[in-house]
């Protein structure tokens, strides 16, 4: 249990440093919203905890099975239109990376159930396509540890993956306004670098997916 312990914990740590998670989380400290960044902490963990649950102890195995017996053309064309879509949301991603964001924030994370919203959605809206997730997941259900066991690991996994979010709350209350007045500096800047890092991963991402459906097609 140890290996498998140890893998899910390097998975989501890995999992947690994720632009779309963070980039909010920065805006709400620069904006001296510390109590609405506990609620969007919240939000973010509740949400995906609850999908990793559900597929843990729900269809999670028979999925999984699923997925291990899809070969030929219908692998492919998954693997197809899952690039396109990927590709497709990188380029938006691309074309909207210098829109500024925070007025339109500022008007609707007026307090800590909108900022809880804004977490819970983010994740909601990730969820289908958290492929590290859901190797995790996948890792947990191959070693067929008992299910108190297997719900421990996976809220380890998702107190991991929210830990930037826990350090950078905890930053901003212990160092107040310096933290604020250092966030708000860095901020946009951030926010503009991590949407092009954002959009180059899913971008890489597509292309190889696309890649691989494409000629697993052509060879077919």
Known sequence: ???????????GLADSINPS?????????SSSRDRRLASYTLGVFAVY??????????????????LHHLHGPVEHGLQASGGVLALALALTLWRSRKKADGQTRARHLRTP???????ATIMAIELPTAFMYFGAISAIL?????????????????????APLVVLLAAARIAGART?????????????????ALTGVIGAAGATLLAFGVTGLLVV
């Open 1 to 11: 249990m140890l290996g498998v312990t140890l893998l899910v914990a390097s998975i």
């Open 21 to 29: 998670t963070l980039i909010p989380a920065l805006w709400l400290v």
């Open 49 to 66: 905890l609850t999908g990793g649950l559900i597929l843990l102890l729900g269809p999670g195995p028979r999925l999984i099975a699923l």
């Open 113 to 119: 159930a909108s900022a809880f919203a804004l977490g």
């Open 142 to 162: 191959a070693a067929h540890p008992a299910t108190p066991l297997e719900i421990a690991l996976l809220v380890a996994y998702n107190a991991l993956f929210v």
């Open 180 to 196: 604020e007045r250092w966030v708000a500096t860095a901020s946009g800047r951030v926010r503009y670098l991590g949407r092009i």
